[in-house]
């Protein structure tokens, strides 16, 4: 056995106790840990006097504690309090739920404050700092600092230690690129990426390695693509789906009318039924537009001609809405059909009974996850499969789901539109629809972009809107403070709310730790109005719909990708109520291109533009800014700030599919062929 492919447990340091918990963070053996990469990287401020400090900065000063740290319970939660007295003056500290605090503190000794800035009445406060002593800080200064994403149990600092050790387990065998590629794109070998990745000297280090393991991952994805694009080209529509009359009926007892941009994407989609290929079409929509009832008529399409169509969604939350939303459909318009949820936490006789159904054909529509494309899920007469969300999947993923059943035809949905120069690339040789009409009777979501100076004045009109009788979802980017991150966080957010709120208002917190179930009640409390504001990470983004919810408030929104924040907006406007975004500006005020960037999406309201825009301002390493993680499969790359690889690989892949279609040719062969392409200079040893 290689020994990159050793359990965890090999490395210095990983016991039976840690092992279990870099499980849970998907790290099983050294190879693993090797590629387990920084999800950020931290660089510390030099320390600043208390006269410069603005509300919404992330500082470090240098002081002493000039009293003992008071603690006080405030509902069900602790607050510790300290003064630190600078050169400069006095300024108030304070800690939420972290009481031992007291105890690490010891009066005249001088500690750096690491933490952010906020007004708190008419003062400013440095709230949930991190504590170190002079020396500690300067250290941790002279390069960044990796941040990893973890599970509870283990810290930022025990990984960067494993992480360490394992790394003298790099031997040159992990390499999986030609040397006339890497001379070509001017790229890291892979050993040096991965420790430049794990222990960098400066960001300059940690681009040029982000650039080798982005070309890696892209490259593989175009190949991957354009393999099963090619053998799909070819395959022949064997399905007859001509029959229309309750599809046509059902169109005409809906209670409104379809936009000309859903006509014209249910129009491609009949038109893909009956052409002589199987087809793949994707349709792209601005978040809000309707894709969902698209999606539904097409499967009423497929389900009165005798077949079978599923839909898989992301997550079991938005599974779940799918499901009572065309169940009340087929109920409201007597439908002779049959709808079933199958995901991963439906389990026992329930999933038994559900695959037997399947497989006897007395099911028509099956919505679910992942769980769709398992083992042991057979279709009969499936002739239809739908990806929502599809960008949150990947390749291999998409392929699994279309091979079910006899190759049906596949329309992918996504509400993240995309520049069209990045889509004519990811979407190549596929047919695309875009919908850019939103249904009549909404308005248009008023945008606006504050200072943390006016957060409590946001918080009042929140409150008015709740006294209104509508909600508000408010979103923050982490779920609990942490030494590896700055940022508002969810858990902390609520406490800091409820000292302010009215106690009749009622607050529900989500994030992506909850168990499905535990999602699903804050979920369903929220919906049915139980509570009327909900702080929350970014797991809003894709399928929550309440149409009560008035008013978006981001935190930390310069942290977020444009398109992200408009996804995020997306969640509310869905109905004739006004509806609000707020947009908290906790970055540093002065920052022109971080304001211009937040600036774009108050101006406009149009998807495609602000892709647009989005591609065009955020430039290449900008490693610091939350990316939707996981888009089209990929683990380590942003489509927007790794466009110009992009193309470099797509021209690599196209080259290498030119010469060996199917990739079978050996290497040496390969290469020869290359080089009488025009590369030869990059082909030293053949």
Known sequence: MNKLDAPITSIKGVGDKTEKLLNKM???????????????YKIYPPLSDLNSLESG????????????????RYKNFNITTAHV????GTIEVVWYRMPYVRNLLKRGLPYVFYGRCNVHGFKLRLEQPYIFSPDEYENIRKKPEPVYRLTSGISNKNVIKIVDHALSFLDGSMENLPEYLLKKRNLLSLDEAIRKLHQPHSMDEVRDAHDRIAYNEIIKFFLEMKLEDAKAASIKNTFDLTKHEISDHVIEKLPFSLTEGQKEALYDIYGDFTSDTVTERLIQGDVGCGKTVIAFLAMVRTAENGYQSAIMAPTEVLAKQHYETFK??????????KAE????????????????????????FLIGTHALIQEGVTYNKLALVITDEQHRFGVKQRKDFSAKGDRPFSILLTATPIPRSLALILYDGMNITKIKTIPSGRQKIKTAVIGTDLRMKAWQMIVHEVLCHHQAYIICPLIEASDNADGENVIDYEMKLKEVLPPDITTGVLHGRLKNDEKQKVLDDFASGKTSILISTTVVEVGVNVANATVM??????????????????????????????????????????????LTLKNSTDGFFIAEEDLRQRGPGDFHGIRQSGDFGFDAIDIYQDSKILFEAREDADLILEKDPDLSLPQDELLKKLAESGDEKYFTNL
């Open 85 to 88: 007295e600078t050169i400069d």
């Open 328 to 337: 009340s459909y087929i109920e409201e318009f007597d439908l002779p059909y």
């Open 341 to 364: 949820l199958l995901t991963g936490s439906i389990k026992g006789k329930e999933r038994k009974r559900i695959l037997n159904e399947l497989e006897e054909k007395e099911i028509d």
């Open 553 to 598: 408030m981001i935190e930390d929104a310069q942290k977020f990708g444009l398109s992200a924040l408009h996804q995020l907006r997306g969640r509310v406007g869905r109905s004739s109520f006004q509806s609000y975004c707020i947009l908290v500006n906790t970055g540093d005020p002065k920052n022109k291109q971080a304001m211009d960037r937040l």
């Open 57 to 72: 900065e992330t500082v470090a000063i240098l002081g002493t504690i000039i009293s003992s740290p008071s603690l006080k």
């Open 26 to 40: 998907g790290v099983y053996s050294v190879r693993s840990m090797l590629l387990f990469f920084p999800r950020d």
